[in-house]
């Protein structure tokens, strides 16, 4: 900036503020007096000192410097005075209500690399928060149980208990964390509740009463008369009715409410009406009605329906077992929601492709269904009811998938004149004659993830199959991918397979993998191996990773602590792996 615009814009500042223009120029008056005074002092020998007994005049230097010490004051009022019109908000903006974040403090950092390793370990520290906050989580659901089996007792607990689980729905949000709790909706309300709202009217403290009505009345011939239920005891529906129900079900729905038992109901149990249906249905749209506060979770996995109905035991409506049928856009889908939920100490028991139970409920995916059976009381009773139910559920939702004896869907190879292979899922063949046998016909015919379980090796597995629906290993382009953890003495590795839809999409996502860790400084050896396509070892940070390609597939062993076992059960895999694998829902 030059003088003449330095001083024009001083010049402004004056003229706006004459308090600032006042302070100056009293500095500015100061400075210039100054020699002046010190100059009159002078000739009036104000500055001489007594030195014993004479008068001597100080050094000319000395005069100087304190006359420059003296100036020194109004030139330090001055600059004061100009540096208060700018605000250094680094140096003097403090708020002790917010915290600073790693790279905030980077200024107390000597390089890149120091900063860099404080937010690894800040990142550290929030993932063992957020562990912290999902064991407390699953603990308190434990706690849960016991509440929710008082709750079929006690109109107060029922009446706080759905609110207490909405705001855990959303601390679960917020953690990442999906539980089975998260769907208890308390539709029928405890006897002594019932009784005291009347028909067709709604409680407010309790959600759902509105869709409860008391059981269908005969014809009365007299005030007092008393209501019949509209169920014979344990005997189900007749085919009319069912019939009935699944007429005034809307047309994209009819397939799932087809699959909920009505008229085969075992003995002891009686279906629950919801108002005047036994059988409620959803889409994604309006899913909310149903598990509001949850619905969201749902259509994140491309949910296209929902089919409710409940059971209560005969003559004894305090407690029941509510039915949770979701149609997914396609098995993969239901699957991840099925993963989302499912606790980590589960024990899986063989209902549909998989599924466990839990406090009485058992909760299993089939194809592209995910299906809950929620019990309100953990009772032996109640937990063999809700088992047989998910059996009856499964076998019509994948046929052949409902006994325990029912092996899984594995894939076959057949070559073509060409030679080459492709691979079917086995079908089963144990047809039912329910309404929705053309649904689970075509269910039972297409490839789904137990198609894939099945090609992981067995020997040296270790707990369950697991299926990762994105970033997996760490790799952003890496998704989809089923997996199981394995071990061979000390050795240990994760077993893998991935899918594409042909070929040249495999070979574009082994080049990433390559791109990926060539950049991150691992070895690379190109390797040769029996049945594979391309075959490649990586070493890292004392890690080895065996990863194939045969075909429009992707596998190996990830992650080996030792490289030999990993390296031959990568050989072994590739050999007994089909040449080609059929990709679910064909894409």
Known sequence: MNGTGLWAKLSNELAEDPFLALALAAALVAI?????????LGRMDWFRARRGRTMQKPEFASI???????????????????????????????????????????????????????????????????KKLVDGLKKLDESMLALRAVAGTSPAVAQAVPGVLQSLAGVRA???????????????????????????????????????????AAPTTGANAAPTPAVPAGSGLSPQQVAAEIAAVPEPQKGIA????????????????????????????????????????????????????FYHPTGDPSNEVQ???FEMSDPLKALGKYGAEKPDEAKVIQVGDEGYTAAGSTLFYASRYYTQIVSTADDPKFAAFALELARKVAEKQKPGS?????????????ADPEGEAAAEPTKAESPKPEASKPAASAASAEVTPATYFALLPKDGKQGDNKYVAQ??????????????????????WQGFL??????????????????????DGAEIKELKADGADEFIVTSNIGLFDVVFRKGNTLAGANGGTTLKPAEDFARAFAKSMPAKLQVIGGK
């Open 32 to 40: 210039a007096t100054t020699p002046i005074a010190f100059a009159v």
């Open 64 to 130: 100087v410097c304190g006359m420059m010490l003296v100036m020194a004051i109004p030139a330090i009022f001055a600059a004061m005075v100009l540096k208060s019109r700018t605000f250094d908000r680094n140096r003097y903006e403090f708020d002790p209500n917010r915290t600073w974040s790693v790279l905030e403090q980077g200024r107390g950092f000597k390089s890149v690399q120091e900063a860099d390793a404080a937010v690894k370990k800040q990142m550290e520290y929030l993932a063992g928060e957020r």
């Open 174 to 216: 917020s953690v990442g964390l999906e539980g089975p709790q998260q769907l208890m909706d308390f539709t029928a309300p405890p006897v002594s509740l019932a009784a005291a709202i009347p028909a067709g009217m709604a409680s407010p403290g309790v959600p759902g009463t509105a869709m409860v009505a008391a059981p269908a």
């Open 258 to 309: 087809a699959m909920i038992p009505l008229a085969d109901v075992p003995a002891g149990w009686t279906p629950g009406k919801s108002g005047d249906k036994y059988i409620e249905t959803f889409n994604a749209e309006n899913l909310y009605e149903k598990i509001d506060g949850r619905a969201e979770s749902f259509t994140q996995y491309n949910v296209k329906g929902m089919a409710y109905a």
């Open 323 to 325: 039915l949770y049928v």
């Open 402 to 414: 409902g006994g325990a004896s029912s092996p899984p869907a594995t894939a076959v190879a057949s």
């Open 471 to 492: 970033d997996v290993f760490g790799y952003s382009f890496l998704s989809d991918v089923f997996m199981a953890d394995y071990k061979e003495g000390e050795a240990t």
């Open 498 to 519: 991935r899918p594409y839809r042909d070929d040249k999409e495999a070979k574009e996502m082994l080049e990433k993998y390559r791109a990926s860790v060539k950049q």
